[in-house]
């Protein structure tokens, strides 16, 4: 398995006045092709703070963020953007649908960005992303018109809109029940297992980060273990 | 297919159909009131101005000269200080030398002239009098030069010829006098002649200053009733083209010595009253658009703060901040177009209203107030509804480019 993301002594310090705090303190860690990985530790441990580095959300302080060995900092934010509408996919603790599309229109609202595609197509391949998270009955209803758990699998769907290469999850069955949470993660589980997308999921649920293949722990914004799972 | 934006836009005016439709209206209202009230302010100045170049001759020249000429001492000491105390300023005979030249000259260049003698005149009848202008007119070539054949509402034109004593008035003068065609009225002249005139013709302009204070003769009626023979103090010409009235004043001025004064100098204060009234009109009904902008600016301005969740996921999806801008942008956009459309027709339609309004003071009673309804105001009118519902959402929508999609994803988890 390749390296597709590496950092080097990453960081983000907020300061604001004579106020400073790190979110993110000197990480060096990297994510292979394929991999599913879970970051987890208490919270306010920086862990989301970290997640946003990787997806090009926020800029670091210090340190480089490699993605398929190509330096990030010196970007762009339309390059950014770029970047992270090609080869990124969010799902995040709470879903995030456009209240005023259809379901089949939120999973389409990626592709229609990137528009490569016919509007057939879209809707085709918007069809079998619906299927492939189980929900493909629900295609036309409004997103209020979903539970919880629906909701979760139509952002997942979304967030596979552009087949991108990374996947990451910030707490993304922290509003689930336990049935529902395990459902997500297999889901999670399988795109890197069958379709060789990098997965990383901030979670605070142990239970759940043992299923994944490795395990990393945070504390502080520091990482204070790199692979849990494998060790254990 | 359709792009994002406009999607993503149209997703969130169709779900606020009730603020949608009256921030429409709002600029439908402004786009209809500056088409009808301007438009109206516009009809009636075209129709005076009409009424002014029709009655009046387009450049007058007169027997003065703009600047008084220098006097002998002035002349023989040039650029001293002169203060000549007791002296007898020279004081030159009165009218236009050579004024059969100018008018013949004018004559081979194919442009309408006549001459007039203008002096002033005190009418009396039974007791009411008033104190005019009388002009010695040419009966033939009048009515080469001013409308005044036409405006006549009874007698003619030629009676000046065949009845020496004369006089044609206003229908205002007339009412003023109680007097009526054929009646006598008694004559004095500032030269201190006192006779009697008939009149043979009434005219109506519709200017109230020519149909209450100008009266005409025949040239050389009026030549003696000022005891001022063979004088003429006023050529009074009427242009093919009345565009160029200025330019041809000026170059008859500078060729002949005497003051020709376009229809545009003569009347200047009515024509500056008409610039203080469209720009009084032109202000309101734009104040009218500006308003309908801040209804649209509330309204967006709203939307960007209920959507911060979907303006911080689009970002995170990888649409850039200009591409959220777009959005409101063309929520704006799309509400000054419809409501432009909207507006063109309220204005079409108050437009057909106001001119089935009689014209209040008006001698015709089927003459109803015009409204002038050229494409232009329109255009214009779009225009500006476009142009401010555009500002009103890009300023909210610079906002929303600016959101930091963080504080949204943070703060939700
Ligand atoms: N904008 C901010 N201003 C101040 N403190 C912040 C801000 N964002 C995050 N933090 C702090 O940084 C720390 C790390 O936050 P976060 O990455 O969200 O932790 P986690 O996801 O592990 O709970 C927390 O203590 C949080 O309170
Ligand atoms: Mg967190």
Same mark, same amino acid.
């Given at each position: 398995m390749s390296?597709v993301?590496?950092?080097i ?6 300061q ?11 990480i060096?860690?990297?994510l ?6 879970a ?10 703070s ?11 302080t ?16 339309e ?6 509408l ?6 995040f603790?709470?879903h ?5 599309l259809t379901?089949?229109e939120n999973?389409?609202?990626?592709m229609?960005q ?10 085709k391949?918007a069809?079998?992303?619906l299927?492939?998270?189980g929900i493909?009955d ?14 979760q699998?139509?952002?997942i769907?979304?967030?596979l ?5 990374f ?15 395990n ?11 069958d379709?060789g997308?990098?997965?990383?999921v901030?979670?605070?649920?142990e239970?759940?980060a043992?299923k994944?293949?490795?395990r990393?722990?945070m504390e502080?914004g ?10 254990a | 297919m359709?792009?994002?934006s ?8 169709i ?6 439709l ?15 009230v ?13 009424q ?22 002035e ?6 200080a ?9 004081e030159?005979?009165?009218g ?7 008018i013949d000259s004018?004559?081979?260049?194919g442009? @309408? ?15 009411r009098?008033? @104190?005019?202008?009388m ?12 409308t005044?054949p #036409? ?8 009676a ?8 044609i008035i206003g ?5 003023k ?11 004095a002249?500032?030269a201190?002649i006192?006779?009697n ?8 302009t ?5 149909? #209450?204070?100008?009266t005409?003769?025949?040239?050389v ?5 000022q ?5 003429i103090?006023e050529?009074?010409?009427r242009l093919?083209?009345? @565009?160029?009235?200025i330019?041809?004043a000026?170059?008859? #001025?500078?060729r002949?010595?005497?003051?020709a ?8 204060r009515v024509?500056?009253v008409?610039?203080?009234q469209?720009?009084?009109?032109y202000?309101t ?14 309204i967006i301005s ?10 911080a996921?689009?970002r995170?999806?990888g649409?850039?901040s ?24 309220i ?7 106001? #001119?089935?309004?009689?014209?209040p003071?008006a ?9 002038d309804?050229?494409l232009d ?9 476009v142009?401010?519902?555009?500002l009103?959402?890009w300023?909210p @929508? ?5 959101l ?9 988890t």
């Amino acid at each position: 398995m390749s390296i597709v993301l590496e950092t080097i002594n990453l960081s983000r310090i907020l300061q604001e006045g004579d106020l400073k705090v790190t979110l993110v303190d000197n990480i060096n860690l990297q994510l292979a092709s394929g991999e599913f990985t879970a970051i987890t530790g208490p919270s306010g441990s920086g862990k989301s703070s970290l997640l946003y580095l990787l997806g090009l959300l926020d800029s670091p302080t210090q340190g480089d963020l490699l993605i398929n060995g190509q330096s990030t900092t010196q970007l762009s934010e339309e390059e950014r953007a770029w970047i992270r509408l090609n080869s990124f996919g969010f799902v995040f603790q709470f879903h995030f649908l456009l209240a005023e599309l259809t379901v089949l229109e939120n999973v389409m609202v990626p592709m229609r960005q990137l528009g490569k595609l016919t509007r057939q197509v879209m809707g085709k391949r918007a069809l079998e992303l619906l299927a492939a998270v189980g929900i493909a009955d629900q295609s036309y209803k409004r997103p209020a018109q979903l539970s919880g758990g629906q909701r979760q699998r139509v952002a997942i769907a979304r967030a596979l809109a552009n087949d991108p290469q990374f996947i990451f999850a910030d707490e993304p069955t922290g509003a689930l029940d336990t049935k529902n949470a395990n459902a997500v993660f297999d889901l999670l589980a399988g795109l890197a297992r069958d379709q060789g997308k990098t997965v990383a999921v901030v979670t605070h649920d142990e239970n759940l980060a043992s299923k994944t293949w490795r395990r990393l722990r945070m504390e502080d914004g520091r990482l204070i273990d790199n692979n849990l799972n494998k060790a254990a | 297919m359709i792009p994002l934006s406009l999607l993503i836009s149209w997703s969130h005016l169709i779900v606020r159909k009730r603020q949608t439709l009256a921030s429409v209206l709002g600029v439908a209202m402004g786009v209809g009131f500056f088409i009808s009230v301007s438009g109206m302010m516009k009809g009636f100045h075209d129709f005076f101005r009409t009424q002014i170049i029709e009655s009046n001759a387009h450049i007058v020249i007169s027997d003065e000269v703009r600047h008084p000429p220098r006097q002998p001492a002035e002349l023989t000491y040039q650029n001293a200080a002169i203060q000549v105390k007791r002296a007898f300023p020279q004081e030159p005979v009165r009218g236009i030398l050579g004024a059969s030249t100018i008018i013949d000259s004018l004559h081979q260049q194919g442009i @309408a002239a006549a001459p007039v003698l203008r002096g002033q005149v005190l009418l009396r009848r039974s007791g009411r009098d008033a @104190a005019v202008s009388m002009l010695g007119i040419d009966p033939d070539i009048e009515g080469t030069v001013t409308t005044l054949p #036409e405006d006549l509402i009874a007698g003619s034109l030629n009676a000046l010829n065949s009845v020496p004593d004369g006089i044609i008035i206003g229908n205002l003068l007339a009412e003023k006098l109680g007097a009526s065609l054929g009646d006598s009225l008694i004559a004095a002249t500032p030269a201190g002649i006192i006779t009697n005139l008939k009149i043979v013709g009434v005219f109506r302009t519709g200017l109230n200053q020519l149909d #209450e204070g100008q009266t005409y003769v025949h040239l050389v009626k009026q030549q003696s009733l000022q005891n001022r023979p063979r004088v003429i103090n006023e050529i009074r010409i009427r242009l093919p083209d009345v @565009a160029q009235s200025i330019p041809v004043a000026s170059s008859l #001025e500078t060729r002949w010595g005497y003051k020709a004064a376009p229809w545009e100098e003569t009347n200047s204060r009515v024509l500056a009253v008409f610039q203080i009234q469209n720009l009084i009109i032109y202000s309101t009904v734009s104040a009218i658009l500006i308003v309908a902008g801040f209804g649209i600016f509330n309204i967006i301005s709203t939307v960007v703060l209920e959507k911060s969740r979907d303006i911080a996921i689009l970002r995170s999806i990888g649409l850039n901040s200009s591409n959220i801008s777009n959005i409101f942008v063309i929520e704006g956009t799309v509400v000054g177009f419809l409501g432009s459309l909207m507006g063109w027709i309220i204005g079409y339609g108050l437009s057909w209203g106001i #001119e089935q309004i009689p014209a209040p003071g008006a001698s015709d009673p089927t003459q109803t107030l015009i409204v002038d309804g050229s494409l232009d105001r329109y255009l214009l009118a779009g225009a500006l509804a476009v142009i401010t519902s555009i500002l009103a959402g890009w300023l909210p @929508a610079r906002k929303a480019a600016r959101l930091n999609p963080l504080l949204i994803v943070r703060g939700a988890t």
